[in-house]
């Protein structure tokens, strides 16, 4: 009984590490994002590609409300994964600390002192009492002097580079495709196939243009930019990809947990 009852401790307080070091809330935390609907980034040779699954719960709901890619600077794009509310925490924090570079420096935000900031800001949540860490992953993306770069954060404030990623729901599946199927040098047009592959692997090989979002950007014109569903048909469309009216409307009863 004495066992459970110090097990429930560790379990509860978000600042004691358990007898084997581990900080359970923040395991919880991790387990948030796998529940929730998977996205994709892919470093290409010449930008970076976000890609995120955002099926709507039902046929009622505006496609267009659903958040899963997000502009931070017009240079840096963020895909997220688990809690929408806590990534839109997440995302805010990022444009503000763009912001204060900008005004501060005079020069626009480098992508890895942006994810540092960000994750400093998650880790802080993970050793204050009264509080709870983050329930979501975030990909942040964009260009560098001049070079594209890719990286993820994670709910226990520590910051990856990746050529190519995914979080959410059926992570581990999903990686290992971009593992077997990425190759370095790809275009950005490339990259943008490759992503909607690695998607449509957790959805039964096929992809609703409403239900799937795009983010490029390109070392050419370092601009955040999200594709249209006429464009992302298109791509589907040409890689054998598209859902018929009987996959959509399969897709229309199934419910995720989270966004």
């Known amino acids: ?47 970076v590609v976000l890609a995120a699954d955002k099926r709507a719960r039902s046929p009622l709901m505006e496609p267009e409300s659903i958040e899963k890619l997000h502009k931070a600077d017009d240079h840096v794009g963020v895909a997220s994964a688990g809690h929408v509310a806590d990534a839109r925490q997440l995302i805010d924090f990022a444009r503000r600390q763009a912001q204060i570079n900008q005004l501060r420096y005079g020069e626009p935000v480098g992508i890895e002192t942006l994810t540092k900031n960000i994750t400093d800001h998650i880790q802080q949540y993970t050793q204050v009492g009264g509080a709870r860490p983050f329930g979501v992953a975030l990909i942040v993306g964009g260009i560098e002097d001049g070079e594209p770069r890719l990286f993820e954060t994670d709910p226990s404030g520590t ?42 692997q957790s959805n039964d090989g096929e992809l609703d243009p409403d239900g799937v979002g795009v983010a490029t950007i390109t070392v050419d014109d370092p601009e955040y930019g999200e594709l249209s569903a006429d464009d992302i048909e298109e791509v589907l469309d040409e890689r054998d990809l598209l859902a018929t009216d009987e996959d959509e409307d399969a897709a229309d009863d199934a419910e995720s947990d989270e966004e």
């Open 1 to 47: 009984m004495q066992g459970q009852s110090q097990q429930q401790a560790y379990d509860r307080g978000i600042t004691i590490f358990s007898p084997d070091g581990r900080l359970y809330q923040v395991e919880y935390a991790r387990e948030a994002v796998k529940r929730g609907t998977a996205s994709v980034g892919v470093r290409a040779e010449d930008g």
């Open 159 to 200: 910051p990856y580079e990746w050529q190519a990623l995914s979080i959410g729901s059926d992570r581990n599946d999903l990686r290992d495709y971009l593992e077997a199927e990425y190759e370095e040098g790809v275009s950005t047009d490339e990259a943008v196939g490759l992503a909607l592959d690695t998607l449509a």
